[in-house]
């Protein structure tokens, strides 16, 4: 019986974790489960799987979430401490979840236990690749990718020589406004923004795509995860969602990697790897689609693809600059505070400041300097956004 826990338990990530385990449930020993404000959730999954531990990130909830459980014999906990003291419990997978920069420090001490982390949080490495990776090492662990696009590279890549992989092209939908005349966008909402036209996902991270800061980080992430160089990379968009991914050789052969838009897809082969496991997943039937479509990304719509570019060419910190920026600009947005246009113009105009200051680029990548890092960069979004207004 495998020992398992899910941070982010109660996101779309996380719910697709738990209906795979909850079909075998006699092959997993859950070990923590956390979530946030979906108190009940959380209650109702660590009954189902007889979890050990339920969390939840929020402190003003820890009441609730013991009302919830009451004589279940499920422990609780509350708090960010409390998260990366789960994490520190021994399990042999674990999957990472949690939005935002909120994930690094759990999916750190989880990989100091010697766990498989499933990655499913992209910031872990885009804030601090290298300390992740460096940490993933020293302890014998593994990170599996669960994005979709790096789960497929990593499928395509299976028993292929590094040295041989000439390119790596990722794809996206184009989210929600791919159709849209760029006049309108200065003028696009939060409602429609949240609206995406293939997957079924959570605001922020459907806005991210609506905006392709999601495939921007994800730029990032694929060189850190993969370790090829930055003009290896390429993007495309893919309206249909099926090809997540392709990898292509110096002979000229492409690999591609082919599913329905379901993220069980990528979590049933982190799962189940280096395994493959049956997945109550819909099977592609590609005479009835009868096309895949493929262009290139207009950067005047997605600016935050050359962002992505830029980061990848300052190093250092500013990855976590990057993401930090781009999660504060989000709530601005979210908050009705800044156009959606807005959004990768204070974030440019963050990583310059970054850049122009002192001391900062070439700081050492340490847990403490990526934190420090983030707080300043959400603070330089609101000068950003203070500065314009007047």
């Known amino acids: 019986m495998r020992k398992v826990s899910i941070f982010g338990a109660t996101g779309s990530i996380g719910q697709n ?21 979906s108190i009940a959730q959380l ?4 009954r189902k799987l007889g979890a050990d531990l339920a969390v939840t990130a929020h402190e003003d909830r820890l009441q609730d979430l013991k009302d919830a459980l009451q004589g279940s014999g499920v422990e609780v906990a509350a708090g960010e401490t409390a998260i990366a003291e789960a994490a520190a419990r021994p399990a042999d997978w674990v999957m990472s979840a949690i939005v935002g920069a909120a994930g690094l420090a759990p999916g750190i001490e989880a990989l100091k236990q010697g766990a498989a982390l499933a990655l499913a949080n992209k910031e872990t490495l885009v804030c601090a690749g290298a300390l992740v990776l460096d940490t993933a090492r020293a302890h014998d662990a593994r990170i599996l990718p669960v994005d979709s696009e790096h789960s497929a590279v990593f499928q395509a890549l299976a028993g292929e020589d590094m040295d041989a992989v000439e390119r790596v092209i990722i794809t996206a939908s184009g989210g929600a406004f791919r159709d849209w005349p760029l006049p309108e966008l200065a003028k696009a909402t939060v409602a429609q923004a949240s609206n995406h036209p293939n997957w079924n996902m959570g605001q922020r991270i459907t806005i991210d795509s609506a905006s392709m800061f999601n495939k921007a980080l994800e730029v990032i992430e694929t060189r850190e995860f993969f370790g090829i160089a930055p003009d290896q990379i390429e993007v495309l968009v893919h309206p249909e969602s099926i090809v997540h991914a392709m990898v292509g050789f110096h002979d000229g052969a492409v690999m591609a990697h082919l599913g329905a838009p379901d993220m069980r897809h990528a979590i049933g082969y982190a799962l189940h790897w280096p395994e493959r496991q049956a997945l109550p997943v819909q099977r592609l039937d590609l005479a009835k689609l009868g096309q895949l479509r493929f262009s290139d990304p207009d950067l005047a719509r997605y600016p935050a693809l050359k962002l992505a570019r830029d980061v990848m060419a300052r190093g250092g910190l500013s990855g976590a600059v990057f993401n930090a920026a781009k999660e504060r600009a989000l709530d601005l947005f979210i908050a009705h505070r800044i156009g959606f246009l807005n959004m990768a113009e204070v974030v440019d105009a963050v990583l310059e400041r970054f850049e122009a200051t002192d001391g900062l680029i070439d700081a050492p ?23 314009r207004a007047g």
Do not use: E, F, S
């Open 17 to 37: 974790t738990i209906d795979l385990i909850a079909r075998n449930p006699d092959a997993y020993d859950v070990v923590a489960l956390t979530g946030g404000a």
């Open 43 to 46: 209650a109702t999954d660590a």
């Open 365 to 387: 990548m340490t847990l403490d300097n990526v934190w420090k890092t983030d707080h300043l960069a959400r603070q330089w979004v609101d000068d950003a956004v203070i500065k």
